[in-house]
C-alpha cells in the first residue's frame, strides 16, 4: 500500500467511508464457503434486501450462484477473533470452518453462530461493476445473538484493502 502522502485524494477520501465488518458464507453444511466482507448493505425494506459485493475472480462468488443463497454474519468486538481464520491459507482438506460453531438458516445456509447477529438470503439478483459483482439477497431468515454494537472499520486507503 503507498504512503499516506503518496494518496491520490480520491484514494483519501474514500478511506473514511466507514463500512461493517461481516463474514459472508454460502455452500452447504458439508462444504461451507466464505470470506470476510465489508462492502455489505441494506438496500430494501419492503421485502428486505441486503447487497453484497464479491470480487469478479472470487470463487465464493460461483457458490453463491450455484446455491442461490448467503448468509452475513454481523461481527462485533466478541466475534472479531473468528475474522483471523478466513484470512490465512490452509493446506488441502482443511478450511477456516474446521472447528467453528455454525448455525443454518431455515435453507441451510452456514453462518456463524458466534456472531453478533446473522441474516440468511434467497438471491435476486445482481449487478456487474468494476471488480466486484454485486448480489442482492431478500433476508428470509435472522437472528439477533446477543446485544451489542457491530465493528465498524475505516481504511486509510478507499482504493486497496
Known sequence: MAAPAELSPIA????RVPTGLFL?????AAQPTGFVGSFVMQVGIQPPVIA???G??????AAIRS????GVSVIDKASESVMGRFFRKYEPGQSPFDGLALAHGA???PVISGALAWMECKLTG???TGDHVVVFGEVVDAQLCRSGDPSVHLRKNGLGY
Open 67 to 70: 446455491s442461490g443463497r448467503f
Open 126 to 128: 445482481e449487478h456487474a
Open 24 to 28: 459472508v458464507t454460502s455452500g452447504s
Open 107 to 109: 435453507q441451510g445456509t
Open 12 to 15: 483519501l477520501a474514500l478511506g
Open 52 to 54: 453484497v459485493a464479491v
Open 56 to 61: 469478479k475472480e472470487r470463487a465464493h462468488l
